[in-house]
């Protein structure tokens, strides 16, 4: 009896060690291989669903690309992943700089993505000063500079006219990106001649104000966007913006928006800015007609709203699924970088 257990004993130990050391152990099971992202799309913010409502930032890209798609929860982004089989991925990161760039970091950092050779679409709505453009217009990023790094002054304490604003030294790689030139020229060849929408609201509202290029039809341009957490607004920051633009040898400041310098700079870490790509549409003017008060403007009476915002969104999708399906068809060429554009 003494010996059948310690008989017993012992296989149980040899059993035990085997396991231990994965002799008897299943194989592991293959580790699934990551998605090769080809796009990339952030959007900001949606106003409700993905589909089946009125749409935000988001929903004509989701209905184009992911309507078919499964989320995949990205542990410390605000919103869920979507990808389609063509590796056209995208997501909603949140609005600000803090919270748009710490999903796109999250996002980047998940092992379930390979994005070493997507391009991005930093896409959403904006305003627009209205010397430079209109309600409705879509405009790809040249350069993109950060409203907020510097040092200001309340104007009374400077001298009557000059600039309340000066860089701080120190932030020169944080505070201004140039976007890859051959890459904003395609993006302006494939998206030209898209059809644009308009509304009869946004027509009535640009002829508030007296700068042509408030009253023309929406259009595709480009210039700088300039990102800032601070809403500013009113004739007098639009000036500072401008002036901060050409300070800095940027292009014209045509888009004020809250996100994209962010997210570019957590890009640029990991993969550079070769691929990035800032899409915007403006849905206001970044101040008020000659004959309302900067807070009026801000607060507007009902019915003095601008419109087009639905029109809006629509143009940004309609202008960069251009560009994506483009990638995207010719990815054989394109995963190696930017191609050179074609020749006249």
């Not at 570019?264 to 008060?293: C, H, W």
Request: proline share 7%; hydrophobic share 40%; aromatic share 10%.
């Amino acid at each position: 009896m003494n010996q059948t257990i310690t008989r017993r004993a012992g296989l149980a130990a040899l059993t035990l060690g085997a396991l231990a050391n994965g002799a008897l152990a299943t194989p592991a099971a293959a580790q699934p291989q990551p998605i090769k992202v080809k796009v990339f799309i952030a959007a900001m913010f949606e106003i409700g669903e993905n589909t089946g409502d009125r749409a935000g930032e988001f929903q004509h890209w989701y209905e184009r690309y992911w309507i078919k798609s499964q989320p995949h929860t990205v542990k410390g982004a605000l919103k869920p992943v979507y990808c389609n089989d063509d590796g056209v991925c995208g997501a909603v990161l949140g609005m600000g700089k803090v919270n748009s760039s710490s999903s796109m970091q999250a996002i980047l950092l998940d092992p379930a993505y390979d994005f070493s050779q997507a391009y991005f679409v930093l896409s959403g709505v904006a305003g627009t000063p209205p010397s430079r453009g209109t309600i409705g217009n879509v405009s790809w990023g040249t350069w993109l500079v950060d409203y907020d790094l510097g040092h200001r002054w309340a104007p009374e304490e400077g001298k009557p006219g000059e600039p309340v604003f000066m860089p701080r030294k120190g932030y020169e790689a944080y505070r201004v990106f140039q976007l890859n030139p051959v890459l904003v020229n395609w993006a302006v060849k494939l998206s030209a001649g898209v059809n644009l929408q308009d509304s009869d609201s946004a027509k009535q509202y640009r002829m508030r104000y007296p700068n042509k290029k408030a009253q023309a039809a929406p259009s595709v341009q480009t210039g700088t966007h300039m990102t800032g957490d601070t809403f500013f607004h009113g004739p007098g920051l639009s000036k500072e913006a401008q002036y901060m633009a050409k300070l800095y040898g940027a292009d014209d400041y045509v888009i004020t928006e809250m996100e994209a310098a962010a997210i570019t700079l957590v890009i640029k870490r990991q993969f550079g800015t070769d691929r990035i790509m800032s899409l915007r549409g403006a849905v206001n003017f970044d101040q008020g007609n000659p004959n309302e008060t900067t807070l009026q403007h801000l607060d507007p009476a009902p019915g003095q709203t601008a419109g087009g915002f639905s029109e809006t969104v629509a143009n940004i999708e309609a202008v960069g699924s251009k560009v994506v399906d483009h990638i995207v068809a010719d990815w054989p060429e394109w995963q190696k970088g930017v191609p050179p554009l074609p020749a006249k």
